[in-house]
């Protein structure tokens, strides 16, 4: 069997003798990041592209960020989000460049390798150099507005990056909270390079348990037909981590006028609206990433593989891990990363390479992600669509002439259909090479479809508009990636029949209480407990509990015991039988529902009430007791305390079928469980003549514990109560804070 070759681990300026064994010496504990000087030159550009801003905070922090040009404004959005948090903007950017072990550790080195596989500073510096005029602007722009922050506030210590290039934006340009680079294991590339098989399979039990809460977001556009105002409604829903987006108003005198959620440290609104139409993303569109089974043949020296008939060489390329040391010294790690002409190789399977097939137009991608946001029209937003560059999400789409429309994912490769793309195919045949993307108007889309209404819940497309939905005979199977969910089922369920759609009714079919996927889980559980015989203890024992249950309407609120019950069930469940339904590639909910016997599902409720008895006293304990919302740091990686204030949280998991979904992803240390994905940035948008929205923020707009805006939308957040947008000046003057030039 091949295997790759490595350099030895490095101290820097010094040998290292290799894993286990001591370093002959290391160089002195890094000091914090000191920041070059700023030239004459530099300062008096910033000064005078300050003057041109203005920046005017509402009443809930959000910035509204006015400038004559769209590089200005660009200067203007990216100075706020540093003063709202710095650290994430910072840390986003470290991440993105295949830095992040150089200030958190040796342990963050493969992933730093799975971002420099595909992320190269002299390439983007290149793509940069050769950008047209009017985006280098705004990527000057970008770095202009970041440097002047830390100019003028000396006292903010960046953890690495003390000066931002324009060239960086292009290393973060789409936007999405998953990338699709993310689907490369860190395990299995770890096992591959630095010499530790075992690890893949440590890792496959690693991730027994609970499904992590779905990544994805909801997505809703309803016709004027369907709307008492008769003007198209659009419903924007990410579920992100919190704190992953904060809310931003960006507008120039050049047609800018953009609003919404703002991954920290891009330039460009990312899910959001302006004067005319509006976008909501969903991840979960087709199959655009590939793997690729490479036979590779050793010979003098070098690697090839085969390709038809021949061969095709394999480039080796030395890629230096540099890593932080717990006394602070540096350190490094050179691994030689293999690339053969599909990608790069990530990992090994019975014996052949495996290498990556994805996207990778960083340029082409952030024109897509601007532009954007400042057509006018269903025409103008459909020519920024073909560029094809969003690679990873799909998009729900309305604006004020009346239009909606879905676009399923957007770029598709094209491929020979006799193939199974969901699985690696065979690298040495040329019939599984890409041909070319796939043009628009041959994807799954929608286009004012007769229903009157649109939702993607990152299911599949087939049941998006009821029965205007596009038919999956007519599509290769490649071009969608996932099955129904329970979501989608609720989404069709409260928009199908309705009618006169306002936004505060198109919010509240969002927050529609309904847990589905416990529709065919509690019947199974009622049956096995009245099967059981009169002389079984868990007939006495069991009693009231399931007397709850049956008497539930299958919805959650704050004082709902049958909610807690249910859902300290399905978790009890999925812990259990996760990794059987890991093994058999489907998901655990399903799974849970399928698969499970009588005393599986009776032995998992008697746990469940345990458990509930354990941490809280008894098992009839409110929902609201147990889920809730707390904002008690601004630290990416939040600790929670029971003993600390928090608010109750009536919605639940997306895996439950809650389309306002609230989880927790973090490893759970205390008794109650405490959101951190879910509901972030919502907003719902209505397309008059004059637009008019509405939003919420979890938590609030910075991450300064200190500031006022913290935490100020927790409760109304907590209550799926929204605020109004100010999106006209004269609205944004009546509620205004502070109005100022930045850093001046």
Known sequence: MLRPRFLAPAVLGCAFLGAGLPAQAETPPREPAVRPAASGAEVARWKKAARQVTILRDKWGIPHVFGKTDADAVFGMIYAQAEDDFNRVELNYINAMGRLAEVEGEKEIWRDLRMKLYIQPEALK???AASPAWLKKLMNSFADGLNWYLYTHPEVKPRLITRFEPWMALSFSEGSIG?????????QLEAFYGKRPQLAALDAGAKAGFDPEPRGSNGFAIAPALTKGGHALLMINPHTSFYFRPEVHMVSEEGLNAYGAVTWGQFFIYQGFNDKLGWMHTSGGGDVIDEYLETVVERGGSFFTKYGAGERPVRATPITLPYRLPSGAMASRTVTAYFSHHGPVVREQDGKWVAVKMMDEPLKALTQSYTRTKARDY???YKAMELRTNSSNNTVYADAQGNIAYFHGNFIPRRDPRFDWSRPVDGSNPATAWKGLHEIKETITLFNPASGYISNTNNWPFSSSGASSPRRADYPD????????ARGRHAERVLKDARDFTIDSLIAAAYDSHLTAFEPLLPQLLRDYDALPAGDARKAALAEPVA??????????VDSVPTSLAIYWGQEMVAEHGARARAQATSAVDFITEKLNAEERLAAFGRALDKLGRDFGTWRTPWGEINRFQRISGEVDQQYDDAKPSYPVAFASANWGSLASFGMVAKQKTKRIYGDR???????VEFGPRVRAKSILAGGQ???????????QAAMYSRGEFKDVLFYKEDIEKQLERRYHPGL
């Open 478 to 485: 490649y071009m969608w990636s996932l099955p129904e969910n």
């Open 179 to 187: 990338g699709d680079i993310e689907s490369i294991d860190l395990k």
């Open 126 to 128: 290149a793509k940069y």
């Open 379 to 381: 025409q103008s937003f």
């Open 702 to 712: 910075s991450g300064d514990p200190r500031s006022p805006h913290f935490a100020d």
């Open 548 to 557: 709850a249950l049956r008497a539930w309407d299958l919805r959650y609120a």
């Open 678 to 684: 879910g509901n972030s940035f919502v907003a719902a």
